[in-house]
C-alpha cells in the first residue's frame, strides 16, 4: 500500500521487485516525491489498527491498495469467491474507508479480453459490489520512459453522486518523468465520434438508425463507430438507447432523458 501524504501524485508500487518510472508532479524530482509517500508491505493480513493509527498522522491523505489480486492471494482467499472477497472487501470498504471517512483507491485487474465497456473486474463481481466507484484504466496510447502517450480512465460505477463518464491524461514527457497533464476527453477520437453519434440521432429524434445507417454518416473508421454506438447504447448515463427491429438486429435511438451532454470538465491539480 502506498500512502501518499501530499495532493502531488499517487504511485503505487509493486512487489519489492518491481520498477517505477520515475514520477515528478509540478516539476518535483523524484527524490522530493518520494519522500511524501509511505510504503506498508502485507506479508499477512493487513494490520486496521496500525493503519488507523499512520491515518492519524496523515489525516488528508490518499491511501493505495496495490493490487486486490495480490492482497487476496496473500491472505489466501479466492478472488472468484464473493464470500472470500468479501472477508477482505468488507473490513476495507465498510469498516475502515467509509466509517473514517478515507480517501482509497483500490487497484484491480480485468480479464484478457475486457473492453472499456466491459463493467466488471476479474473475479467475483463482489468487489464491484463493495466499492463507491470504479473506473477502467485503458491505454489510449502507448507510453514508456522515452515516448509520451495517453491514458484514458473511463467510469464503469458512480454509487453517490455524478462523476465524469471519462478523464483523460497525457502520461509522461518523453525524458524519464512520469508527468501527468490534463487532456480533453470530448476531443479524443472516441469522443469525437460519440459526439458525432449522439448529434446524428438526436437529429433523426424519435427515429431509430441501424449501425450500417450511422456509420454512413461518421467520419469516424467502421470499427470506432461500431465500438462507441454499442458503448453508448450500453451505458445508461447518456443519451443513446439500443431498440428492437423486425430483422433481429438493434437499431439506436436519441434518448431525450439520458441526455446530459457536455459535461464540463472539473479542473484539479496533482
Known sequence: ???????????APGHRSSKSFPCSCDGAPTYRLLTRCVYREFPGAPDWDELSRLWEEHPNAVGVWDSTRGILRTLGLDEDRAAEVGRFMDPLVVEFTLSRGIATLLIDHVAKAATDSTGYARGSGDKLAAVQAQWFVKKARAFDETEAGELELVRWKARSGALNRTHRFAVGDGQGALTFRRLDPDKSPEGKAEAAIIDYLKTGHPASYSLREIQAHISARAEVTRARVKALAEDTQRPVVAVDSDVGKPRYAY??????????PHEFDF
Open 255 to 264: 434518448a431525450p432523458g439520458g441526455d446530459q451532454e457536455p459535461q464540463e
Open 1 to 11: 500500500m502506498t500512502l501518499p501524504t501530499e495532493r502531488a501524485c499517487v504511485q
